[in-house]
């Protein structure tokens, strides 16, 4: 039997333009809902005097249910006939940027929500730019309470065109955009009689209609050290094979060093395996392995990523507090960790306008974006994302909290 396809989305937009809901039709209209789960809902929104809300699927916690927000990044799966879906729910509140980065960064397509009464907002506009950055170029545009415009055709094509523009200006291009209602449930499952004027897919038809990315498995070798454990049977080097295939007897590098090991064995949890590929994670035992340890990367020997202490990167700042010059960093990329200062902000950014705000500037404020240069205490690992975006994205931590998120654009 074939295994199926599988597909990960993020699922993004401002606040109260209706992820939740989104989220919580899809599981519903291709029947993923756990039994219980809908009884659940409904005895909570009774409780509450409120109809049902399928945006309740998504807020495990009473508190959250109390409060009205989902707080969290959350991840379910719903299937179609085609393929699978992961679909990851980012947070539209300014304060939770974090959270949605860091679900966009795992997302391989997303799905940007827009209310058809408010149209584009600033918060938006920032999410698409992270869409952006992290190139998620491949999307969906969902434009929701349909029902609450009157059904009205020249309403969705105005916020249709509006988004587009600011998107187009992103290199981003909708594959569709559908117009919707998540609470009644037109055009998820099937085609809304109260839409005529729409001769586009259904959500669930513009879903199916995405076509993957590239096999990661068809890419040069990478797979950053995770740990090593000392067995009887020898030094086991565990870690995730981000890009790439590995197998018995491969010839490898162990960078940074840049020493040439050969695989010996590949282990998964204790049982033998003759070869591994992108996604999967492994342990090796490794000839001649060289002293591996956390934070080295194995690469494929003739197609070696670029190791320097120097880099270009687009940086989206996110703590309250601002960042300036002289500052002392944490630079973590898969599992690399070294000191890390940024020494020069080429340009500052408003990330919901992309206008520049400062060239060659001192200061990056909250969701501001930095075209910066950054150096590292030792020399690390990486690719550029635009070539393999599991080993060209990474965060800088302050006083062990994370206050950026970034990709790699340029070498030295």
């Given at each position: 039997?074939?295994?199926?396809e599988?597909?990960?989305?993020?699922?993004?937009?401002?606040?109260?333009?209706?992820?939740s809901?989104?989220?919580?039709?899809?599981l519903y209209?291709?029947?993923?809902?756990?039994?219980?789960?809908l009884d659940?809902?409904?005895?909570?929104?009774e409780e509450?005097?409120?109809?049902?809300?399928?945006?309740f699927?998504?807020?495990?916690?009473?508190?959250?249910?109390?409060r009205g927000?989902?707080?969290?990044?959350a991840?379910?799966?719903?299937?179609?006939a085609?393929?699978?879906?992961?679909?990851?729910?980012?947070?539209?509140h300014?304060e939770?940027?974090?959270?949605m980065?860091?679900g966009?960064?795992q997302?391989?397509?997303?799905?940007?929500?827009?209310d058809?009464?408010?149209?584009?907002?600033?918060?938006t506009?920032?999410h698409?730019?992270?869409?952006g950055?992290?190139?998620?170029r491949?999307?969906?545009?969902?434009?929701?309470k349909?029902?609450?415009?009157?059904w009205?055709?020249?309403?969705f094509?105005?916020?249709?065109?509006?988004?587009?523009a600011?998107?187009?200006?992103?290199?981003?291009l909708?594959?569709a955009?559908?117009p919707?209602?998540?609470?009644m449930?037109?055009?998820?499952?099937g085609?809304?009689?109260?839409?005529?004027w729409y001769?586009?897919?259904?959500?669930f038809?513009?879903l199916?209609?995405?076509?993957?990315d590239?096999?990661?498995?068809?890419?040069?070798?990478?797979?950053?050290?995770?740990?090593?454990?000392?067995?009887?049977e020898?030094r086991?080097?565990?870690?995730?094979?981000?890009s790439?295939?590995?197998?018995?007897?491969?010839?490898l590098?162990?960078?940074?060093a840049?020493?040439?090991?050969?695989?010996a064995?590949i282990?998964?949890?204790g049982?033998?395996?003759?070869?591994?590929?992108?996604?999967?994670s492994?342990?090796i035992?490794?000839?001649?392995?060289?002293?591996?340890?956390r934070?080295?990367?194995?690469?494929a020997?003739?197609?070696?990523?670029?190791?320097?202490?120097?880099?270009?990167?687009?940086?989206?700042?996110?703590?309250?507090?601002?960042?300036?010059?002289?500052?002392?960093?944490?630079?973590?990329?898969?599992t690399q960790e070294?000191?890390?200062r940024?020494?020069?902000?080429?340009?500052?950014?408003?990330?919901?306008?992309?206008?520049c705000?400062e060239e060659?500037?001192?200061?990056?404020?909250?969701?501001e974006?930095?075209?910066?240069r950054?150096?590292t205490g030792?020399?690390?690992?990486?690719?550029?994302?635009?070539?393999?975006?599991?080993m060209?994205?990474?965060?800088?931590?302050?006083?062990?909290?994370?206050?950026?998120g970034?990709?790699?654009?340029h070498?030295?």
């Open positions: 039997m074939a295994k199926r599988s597909m990960k989305i993020v699922i993004v937009g401002h606040v109260d333009h209706g992820k809901t989104l989220i919580g039709r899809l209209d291709t029947g993923s809902l756990p039994p219980d789960r659940v809902i409904r005895r909570t929104c509450m005097g409120r109809p049902v809300e399928f945006a699927v998504m807020d495990h916690l009473q508190e959250e249910r109390e927000i989902t707080i969290d990044t991840q379910t799966f719903f299937r179609t085609t393929r699978d879906y992961v679909i990851i729910d980012a947070p539209g300014r939770f940027m974090k959270n980065i860091t966009a960064s997302a391989q397509t997303s799905i940007l929500v827009v058809a009464r408010e149209g584009m907002m600033e918060q506009r920032r698409a730019y992270v869409l950055m992290l190139n998620l491949r999307n969906i545009l969902v434009i929701n349909m029902d609450l415009v009157g009205s055709a020249e309403r094509e105005e916020v249709r065109r509006e988004i587009t600011f998107l187009r200006r992103l290199d981003i909708p594959a955009a559908v919707v209602s998540g609470t449930g037109d055009n998820f499952a085609r809304s009689e109260r839409m005529p001769g586009g897919p259904t959500v038809e513009a199916d209609a995405l076509e993957r590239a096999d990661i498995a068809a890419l040069p070798l990478r797979l950053p050290v995770q740990d090593v454990y000392e067995r009887e020898g086991i080097v565990a870690g995730r094979v981000e790439g295939t590995l197998a018995e007897g491969d010839e590098l162990l960078l940074p840049g020493r040439a090991v050969r695989v064995r282990l998964e949890f049982r033998e395996r003759r070869a591994a590929e992108a996604g999967e492994v342990g035992i490794l000839e001649g392995d060289g002293g591996a340890a934070g080295d990367v194995l690469s020997a003739g197609d070696r990523p670029r190791v320097d202490d120097v880099l270009a990167a687009n940086l989206f700042w996110m703590s309250p507090r601002e960042f300036r010059p002289a500052e002392r960093l944490t630079f973590r990329a898969n070294a000191p890390c940024i020494e020069a902000i080429r340009r500052r950014i408003d990330s919901s306008t992309l206008e705000i060659d500037a001192a200061v990056l404020r909250e969701t974006v930095g075209e910066v950054i150096r030792r020399r690390v690992a990486f690719e550029l994302f635009s070539a393999i975006p599991e060209g994205r990474f965060v800088l931590e302050r006083d062990n909290d994370i206050v950026a970034g990709i790699i654009t070498g030295a």
